[in-house]
């Protein structure tokens, strides 16, 4: 007969076992220290956000010496119904257009020179023979005087 000889018993599977835990390890302390380089990110950012389109956030008004109030704005977004919806369809937002008012009882005028198409809404099922909207960038009072003529007679544009 054959004596065995005496040996250690033997431990499969925990090499792997060592090697799985060291890896989990290190996957939590690599997620541990992204977590912290977000934090601090977070932090020096500050909490406002930029807008969605990537854009800085713009800057605060400038505040008046004499009243502590902020200046007027010199741009402004105006919305305006153009009598000839067709036309409103030939624009795109970053054109430049002449605002006209055609009345009824004298020659056409010209409300606005060189303005800035903002944004051409998509138009309304329910409005009729209303015409369309475009939004435009221009002074106050530009804008102003666009209101008050668009509410008595009809407006047209050309493109510049």
């Given at each position: 007969?054959?004596?065995?000889?005496?040996?250690?018993?033997?431990?499969?599977?925990?090499?792997?076992?060592?090697?799985?835990?060291?890896?989990?390890r290190?996957?939590?302390?690599?997620?541990?220290?992204?977590a912290v380089?977000?934090?601090?990110l977070?932090?020096?950012?500050?909490?406002?956000a930029?807008?969605?389109?990537?854009?800085?956030?713009?800057?605060?008004p400038?505040?008046?010496?004499?009243?502590?109030?902020?200046?007027?704005?010199?741009?402004?977004?105006?919305?305006?119904?153009?009598?000839?919806?067709?036309?409103?369809?030939?624009?795109?937002p970053?054109?430049?257009?002449?605002?006209?008012a055609?009345?009824?009882?004298?020659?056409?005028?010209?409300?606005?020179?060189?303005?800035?198409?903002?944004?051409?809404?998509?138009?309304?099922?329910?409005?009729?023979d209303?015409?369309?909207?475009?939004?435009?960038?221009?002074?106050?009072?530009?804008?102003?005087?666009?209101v008050?003529?668009?509410s008595?007679?009809r407006?047209?544009?050309?493109?510049?």
């Open positions: 007969m054959h004596v065995v000889p005496a040996f250690a018993p033997l431990r499969v599977g925990r090499s792997g076992d060592r090697l799985r835990r060291a890896v989990r290190r996957r939590r302390a690599v997620g541990a220290g992204l380089a977000a934090a601090a977070a932090a020096a950012a500050g909490t406002e930029q807008a969605s389109r990537g854009a800085p956030p713009p800057p605060p400038p505040v008046t010496a004499a009243a502590g109030r902020a200046a007027p704005v010199p741009m402004v977004s105006a919305p305006v119904r153009i009598a000839d919806p067709a036309t409103v369809r030939l624009l795109r970053g054109d430049r257009v002449d605002v006209v055609a009345e009824r009882d004298g020659p056409p005028r010209v409300l606005a020179e060189g303005a800035r198409v903002a944004e051409v809404p998509v138009a309304d099922k329910g409005v009729g209303g015409g369309a909207l475009v939004v435009l960038s221009v002074p106050r009072d530009t804008a102003r005087a666009l008050g003529a668009g008595v007679t407006l047209a544009v050309t493109l510049c």
